[in-house]
């Protein structure tokens, strides 16, 4: 009967010792949940640019692309390898020209009123229009002679200028104001 008492007691005992460590498992659990979420709303706060995620290669620009994507940039000796990355970064060469938030349309990934302007009666959506549209908006804006202006005027946003002269780099960019990957 000892041996009864004793096993009822203790198996009590450890059901009991089982429903504490859960109960703490899941108040640890919660606890936790509420830490990432807290810092998820605090890091959330600042802006920080959508990672590049191509559908290419990093380094890879689509081979028919590359002749309109160095014409265009020779109109007024703009690095070929900053087009490229504008390219990428606006739209993933052609991958993803979905409008924009803020309204912003095709390869280039221009407002309306921009693309009137720089697209010379051009399809925002070819990259045969598109490519010499974005050389002439960032030649007018300072092209070669003040990247930085230039690409700002493009997207205003340093995160914006830092990115594409990073993405750039890759491409073998190594001029003024280049960033490195």
């Given at each position: 009967?000892?041996?009864?008492?004793?096993a009822?007691?203790?198996?009590?005992?450890?059901?009991?010792?089982?429903?504490?460590?859960a109960?703490l498992?899941?108040?640890?659990?919660?606890?936790?949940?509420?830490?990432?979420?807290?810092?998820?709303?605090v890091?959330?706060?600042?802006p920080?640019?959508?990672?590049?995620?191509?559908?290419?290669?990093?380094?890879?620009?689509p081979?028919?692309?590359?002749?309109?994507?160095?014409?265009?940039?020779?109109?007024?000796?703009?690095?070929?390898?900053?087009?490229?990355?504008?390219?990428e970064?606006?739209?993933?060469?052609?991958?993803?020209?979905?409008?924009?938030?803020?309204?912003?349309?095709?390869?280039?990934?221009?407002?309306p009123?921009?693309?009137?302007?720089?697209?010379?009666?051009?399809d925002?959506?070819?990259?045969?229009?598109?490519?010499?549209?974005?050389?002439?908006?960032?030649?007018?804006?300072?092209?070669?002679?003040?990247?930085?202006?230039s690409?700002?005027?493009?997207?205003?946003?340093?995160?914006?200028?830092?990115?594409?002269?990073?993405?750039?780099?890759?491409?073998?960019?190594?001029?003024?104001?280049?960033?490195r990957?």
């Amino acid at each position: 009967m000892q041996g009864r008492l004793l096993a009822l007691v203790l198996g009590s005992l450890w059901r009991d010792a089982v429903k504490v460590a859960a109960g703490l498992a899941l108040a640890v659990l919660l606890a936790l949940a509420f830490v990432i979420a807290s810092l998820a709303v605090v890091f959330e706060a600042a802006p920080s640019p959508a990672p590049v995620v191509s559908a290419y290669p990093a380094g890879e620009i689509p081979p028919e692309q590359m002749p309109a994507m160095q014409s265009a940039a020779a109109r007024c000796s703009l690095p070929w390898q900053v087009l490229a990355a504008v390219a990428e970064v606006e739209s993933d060469f052609g991958a993803n020209m979905a409008t924009s938030s803020a309204g912003a349309i095709g390869y280039g990934q221009f407002l309306p009123d921009t693309w009137a302007a720089y697209g010379n009666g051009g399809d925002p959506y070819d990259y045969r229009d598109a490519l010499p549209a974005m050389a002439r908006y960032l030649c007018d804006w300072g092209g070669p002679e003040d990247l930085q202006q230039s690409l700002y005027a493009y997207n205003h946003a340093q995160w914006y200028v830092d990115l594409v002269l990073q993405v750039a780099a890759r491409y073998g960019y190594a001029g003024p104001g280049a960033v490195r990957p």
